[in-house]
């Protein structure tokens, strides 16, 4: 008999967390290499025309990678097919939506060099699209291991042609080439890993087309709604505001994007496991799998959150040098809302498995109106102060309402004891940081993590029981 699966999912999320811990890493490089290159008004520019791209990559959405992990784990049989026809679907539309891009950039009042790194960036975010369906194969399969294995290597790639552009092209074009290359890499690997699982063929089957966009549209718009909150900030930040500023909100705002790939992955993982307990109708197994999953993303996101003001200086110096430290409080604005982005990551996923994305819609709607609202107030005011806590607002409002649609729609209620005890395991970690103003980051960061890790022992949470209790309720999922 093969590995159990308690045995797989520790080795695979292990994979996982080494690999999204090393590619965090190597991102936070990338962009501390990219800033110096650039400087503030040209990071601007760099940071306007992802923006700009990211709008019609987030349009091209569908709900197809949900909505993909939810049939092919209500009916494994005909999976192949789900998922050709998915990615077909996503080819089509992405190339369709992508186009545009750079067509509609040309009458805009951005400088030359916004518009040529559009069209640079679509292929970039094109790559990133096609691999979020083939990541359903592996979420389904436990081996999100191998997705970890290819972003890590697309990072190296990234990494690699970084350090040369920095020193021979330091141009926002450049920049942007070298984009584009490790997310096709990325693509490259995870496609060559998905064919162990399925041979993928262009392929579309109209009675699947027809459930994926009849499921997948409240998801579709939600993702709309969801661009207006998290991408119009940027937008209008370039508008209204000098380029500079927007280099800095966007420097600032990349060290969020990079954090917040671990909790996503996180939720994803879970995803399948909730969706065959709330299909099974076991509401005890669900619950078990959200508590622990929200006990151990509260063990995250409470010290980076309560942390953050103490280093924000100090990080904001190594992501870009002392031309972007004054972006340190809006790192700590943004740091809170990605602490929300954690909590909202997991319950926004819980909400597609119990059917209620359809409600999730006025809460996403609503969220996005009032935020555009508070954007154009605040911003040309405030500038990206205005920008960061609107965006924390909005997150938190988020979290907030799908973790409510969850509960109402399951009956279920979480135990809170940890939090209360994570608060004071935290003392030790700010008493370190507190006390350390003038030793190294790195240094600062180590001790922070090690007072921070015996604090949490002292209260008796230390994660590893956490996750061995995971591991030991789950495996009811499959069978060897």
């Not at 700009?52 to 192949?80: C, H, M, R, T, W």
Request: with cysteine; proline share 3%; hydrophobic share 55%.
């Amino acid at each position: 008999m093969g590995m159990s699966l308690t045995r797989k999912i520790a080795l695979n999320s292990a994979v996982q967390i080494v690999g999204k811990v090393l590619s965090t890493i190597l991102g936070l490089i990338v962009i501390g290499l990219i800033t110096r290159a650039l400087g503030t008004e040209k990071f601007g520019h760099y940071a306007t025309a992802l923006a700009f791209v990211q709008v019609f990559g987030i349009l091209v959405d569908f709900g197809l990678y949900i909505v993909l992990v939810k049939k092919i784990s209500e009916d494994e049989a005909n999976a192949p097919a789900w998922i050709n026809t998915a990615f077909t679907l996503r080819l089509y539309t992405a190339v369709g939506f992508l186009i545009l891009a750079p067509l509609i950039a040309l009458f805009t009042a951005y400088p030359g060099e916004v518009k040529s790194a559009v069209a640079i960036a679509t292929l970039s975010t094109l790559a990133i699209t096609l691999n979020q369906v083939l990541t359903g194969i592996f979420q389904k399969a436990l081996r999100m291991d191998r997705v970890a294995i290819a972003e890590l290597l697309g990072r190296v790639v990234l990494l690699g042609l970084t350090i040369w552009v920095a020193k021979v092209h330091p141009t926002v074009n450049w920049v942007m080439l070298t984009v584009a290359a490790g997310s096709v890499v990325n693509f490259i690997f995870i496609f060559v890993f998905s064919r162990k699982f399925v041979k993928i063929r262009l392929n579309l089957e109209k009675e699947k087309v027809r459930i994926i966009l009849k499921e997948g549209w409240p998801i579709a718009l939600s993702v709309v709604f969801n661009l207006v909150y998290f991408k119009a900030n940027t937008l209008i930040l370039a508008a209204v505001r000098p380029a500079s500023e927007v280099g800095l909100y966007g420097a600032a705002n990349k060290v969020l994007e990079v954090l917040t790939t671990f909790p996503a992955m996180f939720a994803g993982l879970l995803t399948p496991l909730l969706a065959a307990a709330y299909a099974a109708k076991d509401l005890n197994r669900f619950k078990t799998i959200i508590q622990k999953a929200f006990d151990n993303l509260l063990l995250l996101a409470t010290p980076l959150a309560l942390g953050t003001g103490f280093v924000a200086h100090q990080v904001m110096y190594f992501v870009g040098g002392s031309e972007f430290t004054p972006a340190a409080p809006v790192l700590t604005i943004l740091m809170v809302a990605t602490a929300c982005i954690f909590f909202g990551n997991l319950f926004a996923n819980a909400v597609v498995t119990v059917n209620a994305q359809r409600k999730m819609l006025w809460g996403y709607g609503s969220v996005a109106v009032g935020s555009l609202v508070i954007y154009l107030l605040t911003i040309p005011r405030f500038g990206l102060y205005g920008a960061a806590t609107t965006a924390f607002i909005s997150e938190l409002t988020i979290a907030l309402t799908a973790a409510y649609l969850v509960f109402r729609a399951t009956n279920i209620k979480l135990e809170y004891k940890i939090l209360f005890k994570n608060l004071l395991a935290c003392l030790p970690m700010l008493g370190a940081l507190a006390l350390t103003p003038n030793l190294h980051l790195l240094f600062r960061l180590a001790l922070a993590a090690g007072a921070y890790l015996a604090g949490l022992w002292l209260f008796r949470i230390f994660p590893v029981t956490i996750m061995k209790e995971i591991f030991s309720r789950i495996n009811y999922a499959r069978r060897d």
